[in-house]
């Protein structure tokens, strides 16, 4: 294959090869590299084991620059410097034996389709992005002609630490004008992955389409869609793997005239903690064709620990979509009924569920809550919250407002209801109270997608104003309101105002380009 015009020369190119010969080159050619009990390959990521959110770049060239939520998340880059890392990235890929090529598409409508290209180094990147894009049958990849974007791995090689700019050894640069990207010196996998979703997040509202990071699946009816956002530990991915619905994906979509359609070809999955038990669409879609980076495994029967959590915590399936039994190929769906904004709150404030009027789901999709431990240092058991605009603020590339301009239009149009369901702390504050209970979430998830929990009886929160159903089938009624499951009702209140104001104080940043309902749809503290 020739990649001169990626101003690069080497002439072995091992371009899409089969999951087969992604195992020899990578058992071959890549340290670290072992093959599971299960069949799935295991990798390393090198030193860094997630992303690398502040070395990412956007290039400011004229043709963006009014259009980008500049700031923490789109860092400001000149297009000279883009030139530098590029030249280092090509370098330094020229000087390599063997390239592996991956051409494969984002997004399963045609219509909206982009045609991607992977250059990369390391065999475990190309199998990765193999899996995550959608793979081009043997005719498209005979015509796929040039490609729309062009991601150029160099993440072995480091960033200049003295070119202007740069923040650490690594960068990750988007240029939106020369449709490329370039990663040096970091060889996680999840930033090609999430430098895709960023370019849909650009390119899609162009067209009046919304990209959305969230799962999707469908029940028995195409009517019957459903949307779940989310931040990471939150149970995007867990709840959308039902095996009573069909899998439309597990994190990035877009929602266009016609309905909702998967960007990915493929699923990333957590498996900390991994069992069959719990999770057994995801359990059981690890075989062969999986990457599991930096998971742990016994060196004589290969079997995976998923309980180790010395390389990091982080620990990551990457796997084809159809590997999950239910999954809907192609992977497209009508519009959705229902929005599900899932949150992870370790207040032990928010009730297993809530219905949102439509400002309030303005509110807390700009919001995009969630809440961790501040941290395991002796003394430290207050949560901290965490805000991400639109949940996942980190992939956006408009203004927060105008993903939420997109979603409340498209609800109004197709008459969806948005619930918030938390699967946190109940039954008290962190240190006292429990995880809600999986059995109770799902029950709860079922209910709002047969319809159940339409007109039951409700409570209005004093604080956030939202209803809160008092009755759900097979969920324990004591368990809907959280103040009822504190031994000191009086600490639950003070612990919801505290969360409330919280929540007023994050807001303020976007008050100017919100409306005075969606302002008000806030917790009334």
């Not at 200049?160 to 990750?172: L, W, Y």
């Not at 867990?238 to 309905?259: M, N, P, Q, V, Y």
């Not at 909702?260 to 903690?273: L, M, Q």
């Amino acid at each position: 294959m020739d990649l001169s015009k990626h101003d690069i020369n080497v002439k072995n190119i091992i371009r899409n090869p089969s999951p087969s010969r992604f195992y020899e080159e990578a058992i071959k050619h890549d340290p670290g590299s072992a093959i599971t009990n299960k069949g799935a390959l295991v990798v390393r990521s090198g030193e860094r084991t997630g992303r690398s959110p502040a070395d990412k770049r956007v290039i400011t060239t004229e043709g963006i620059k009014e259009d980008i939520w500049w700031g923490d998340i789109n860092i400001p880059l000149d297009e000279h410097t883009f030139e530098i890392n590029h030249q280092r990235a090509t370098d330094y890929l020229n000087t390599r034996e063997r390239l592996y090529v991956l051409d494969g598409f984002a997004g399963w409508d045609p219509e909206y389709q982009l045609k991607v290209r992977i250059i990369a180094e390391r065999p475990y990147h190309g199998l990765f992005m193999q899996n995550m894009l959608i793979r081009p049958t043997k005719e498209q990849l005979e015509n796929f002609g040039e490609p729309d974007f062009v991601i150029y791995n160099a993440g072995k090689f480091p960033a200049n630490r003295f070119t202007e700019g740069m923040t650490s050894d690594a960068s990750v640069d988007v240029n939106f004008d020369r449709k490329e990207m370039v990663i040096l010196g970091s060889e996680y996998a999840g930033e090609m992955k999430k430098g895709i979703f960023t370019v849909m997040n650009y390119l899609m509202p162009k067209q009046n389409v919304l990209s959305m990071h969230c799962s999707a699946n469908e029940g028995d009816s195409p009517e019957d869609v459903a949307l779940f956002f989310g931040l990471s530990g939150t149970g995007k991915t867990t709840l959308s793997a039902d095996s009573s619905r069909k899998l439309i994906g597990d994190d990035e979509h877009c929602w266009s005239d016609k309905g909702v359609f998967n960007i990915e070809g493929g699923c990333y999955a957590k498996t900390i903690d991994l069992s069959e038990e719990k999770e057994p669409e995801i359990y059981n879609a690890i075989k062969f064709g999986t990457v599991l980076e930096n998971v742990v495994y016994d060196p004589d029967t290969r079997e995976v620990d998923y309980e180790d959590t010395s390389i990091t915590v982080n620990t990551r399936a990457s796997y084809p979509i159809d590997y999950i039994s239910n999954a809907k190929i192609p992977c497209e769906a009508g519009h959705p009924r229902n929005v599900i904004f899932l949150t992870y709150d370790a207040f032990g404030v928010l009730p297993p569920v809530s219905k949102l009027t439509p400002e309030q789901a303005m509110y807390h999709f700009i919001s995009g809550y969630t809440a961790k431990v501040a941290g395991t240092e002796v003394g430290v058991t207050e949560p901290k919250a965490a805000f991400s605009a639109c949940f996942g603020a980190a992939f956006l590339a408009w203004p927060p407002a105008k993903y939420a301009e997109l979603l409340a239009d498209k609800m109004r149009k197709h008459d969806a209801k948005a619930w918030l369901v938390n699967t946190g702390i109940t039954g008290g504050p962190y240190g006292e109270g429990n995880r809600m209970d999986l059995k109770s979430t799902r029950a709860i998830i079922n209910a709002i997608h047969g319809g159940k929990l339409d007109d039951v009886p409700t409570q209005t929160d004093e604080v956030f104003g939202f209803e809160i159903p008092t009755e759900c089938p097979n969920v324990d009624s004591e368990i809907l309101l959280p103040r009822n499951t504190w031994k000191d009702p009086e600490a639950y209140d003070k612990q919801a105002v505290k969360l409330g104001g919280l929540f007023n104080d994050n807001f303020k940043k976007y008050q100017e380009e919100s409306s005075p309902e969606i302002i008000e749809a806030g917790p009334n503290v």
